[in-house]
């Protein structure tokens, strides 16, 4: 039989000159949190515009699935934060069904991340750090939409804008109760790398006692 040469994985960044080489989770490391990180930072050097940006999917007790763009916003002892709305849709299928999924996909470096878990809400004392470090314009904005609701017209917002403005004029504002963070933790977690002829790297890590497992898994 003939013996195929190994193949590897090079990406360039652009700009910096750098060359990677992976050709095994042995080369990516055990803790599949600081792969991650060392990842976006890859993504954000190359190009920030929206490397934050993932797609979390969420799903009703009954199974129907729904997704969207949120922003990450950390990791956070041991979770993937984003924010949102609690009285979302999202935040609703979240309260029924904690199990969630989240992924990114760089273009620029044609790599993908996947983490599955459950996503709860993050503490007090972290979203009201989030929000008061947000622009006042964000921090209005959270109180005065109404997430996902049906809105009779763009004026009925600005009506609710300006309402919201004259509420807390000259005064700091207050986290609202319907609004905060979340923290997904992840149980699986799966880097992807593009390779030629669509024979690409994927790497499984999940979550057993405490410890991380890993397997590479068909393209
Ligand atoms: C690039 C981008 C970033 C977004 N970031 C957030 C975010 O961090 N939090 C959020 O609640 N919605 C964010 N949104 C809006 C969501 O995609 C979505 O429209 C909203 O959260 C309502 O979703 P839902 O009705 O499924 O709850 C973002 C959208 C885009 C396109």
């Not at 699935?65 to 041991?78: F, Q």
């Not at 996909?105 to 044609?110: E, Q, S, V």
């Not at 790297?201 to 393209?219: E, F, I, K, V």
Request: aromatic share 12%.
């Amino acid at each position: 039989m003939r013996v195929r040469p190994r193949r590897r994985a090079r990406f360039e960044l652009v700009g910096s000159g750098v060359s990677h080489t992976y050709t095994s989770p042995d080369t990516l490391g055990p803790d599949p949190l600081s792969i991650f990180e060392a990842w976006f930072a890859e993504a954000r050097a190359l190009d920030p515009r929206f490397a934050d940006a993932m797609t979390l999917a969420t799903a009703t007790l009954d199974g129907r699935p729904s997704a969207r763009t949120v922003l990450y916003k950390g990791l956070h002892e041991g979770a993937v934060c984003f924010v949102s709305n609690y009285e979302s849709r999202k935040g609703q299928e979240l309260s029924q069904n904690p199990h969630a999924a989240l992924v990114f996909f760089w273009a620029g470096l044609n790599r993908q991340v996947r983490f599955e878990g459950r996503a709860v809400p993050a503490s007090s004392a972290w979203s009201d750090r989030y929000f008061a470090a947000r622009a006042r314009s964000s921090q209005i904005g959270a109180w005065a939409s109404a997430q996902s609701q049906v809105i009779a017209s763009r004026d009925v917002l600005e009506a609710r804008i300006a309402e919201v403005e004259a509420r807390f004029d000259g005064q700091p504002v207050a986290r609202p109760p319907f609004w905060g963070g979340f923290r997904l933790v992840p149980e699986r977690v799966e880097f992807w790398l593009g390779q030629d002829a669509r024979l690409h790297d994927r790497h499984l890590y999940t979550r057993g006692d405490g410890d991380w497992a890993q397997s590479r898994l068909s393209p």
